[in-house]
């Protein structure tokens, strides 16, 4: 199947979240590109679904390439955000990295709960928590803003000498600081990625668009029922998805809808890509591209 018609609306891609719990292999991005998706994000997930040798990070560029198929981001690497090897983050960030610009892709999305101080970190029933730990420190612990400020200043130089762009996806709590964090770098250096389902969880996907669409570069799109991460379908949960496209129309968001569901098929998406094409139709007249 070919790309619907990009010229009428926003890019379209998929996350290969959808095939989490599997190797990464070159049925996915042929399924990918079956439903029509020339752009895929790759999880840096470090367990099943990828191992990062140098021999399959060659395999998954032949398959992209062999399927038409542009790798246009890649996620952090879940092991990183698990809390218990903070002390690792330095590394972590630049394996990405690498990773990132070896793909080809051009930009790495992270969270900000990269930024707990491990010393700092809230433990309960065994399970380090850093983003309860990040969320607390935000706004209780003065150190917090340097720690933030040096350390993305640092990821995003290194970032720029691999030509890559950080991007700081929203989360269930405290996202609208983060266009306080982007604002002092380069649009092309560091922006947002809008995760819908992570938005919904906290002042609302429409309300938080508004406020984060000028510095938002790429987007993760799920639902969910506002009340728990359950990666839907868009248009299977509760976001207000005209008043939420309406709203990046307002902000002239360029970038890709990319959606990022675990539940569901591809059939699913493409379902929600078709009612998401038409939604942005009726918000206005294309920008010009």
């Known amino acids: 199947m070919a790309d619907v018609d990009q010229t009428a609306g926003p890019h379209f891609g998929t996350a290969l979240g959808l095939w989490l719990s599997e190797p990464i292999s070159a049925r996915h991005f042929r399924d990918a590109r079956q439903a029509g998706f020339g752009r895929v994000e790759v999880a840096a997930y470090y367990r099943d679904h990828m191992r990062g040798t140098p021999a399959e990070i060659d395999a998954i560029k032949a398959a992209a390439h062999q399927n038409g198929i542009s790798i246009e981001s890649v996620h952090l690497g879940f092991d990183a955000l698990a809390g218990d090897q903070q002390d690792r983050m330095d590394a972590f960030v630049r394996r990405d990295l690498d990773l990132t610009a070896e793909l080809g892709a051009g930009v790495l999305v992270v969270h900000m709960s990269m930024f707990a101080d491990p010393d700092r970190m809230i433990v309960e029933d065994g399970k380090c928590h850093p983003g309860l730990t990040y969320d607390r420190d935000l706004d209780a612990w003065p150190p917090m803003m340097d ?80 009340q728990s991460d359950q990666h839907l379908p868009p248009f299977h949960g509760s976001i207000d998805w005209p008043g939420f496209v309406a709203a990046l129309r307002r902000a002239d968001y360029r970038g890709t809808f990319m959606f990022e569901t675990l539940t569901g098929t591809l059939r699913d998406i493409e379902v929600a890509r078709d009612k998401l094409s038409a939604l942005w139709q009726d918000a206005g007249v294309p920008p010009d591209r």
């Open 147 to 226: 720690r933030i400020r040096r350390k993305l200043a640092e990821y995003v130089q290194w970032a720029e000498g691999l030509g890559i762009t950080l991007a700081l996806e929203t989360d269930c709590r405290n996202s609208r600081r983060l266009i306080e964090f982007a604002e002092p770098f380069p649009p092309e250096s560091c922006g947002i990625c809008f995760d819908s389902g992570h938005a919904e969880m906290d002042l609302g996907a429409v309300r938080l668009a508004e406020l984060l669409g000028p510095r938002t570069i790429t987007t993760h799109l799920h639902d969910n029922d506002g």
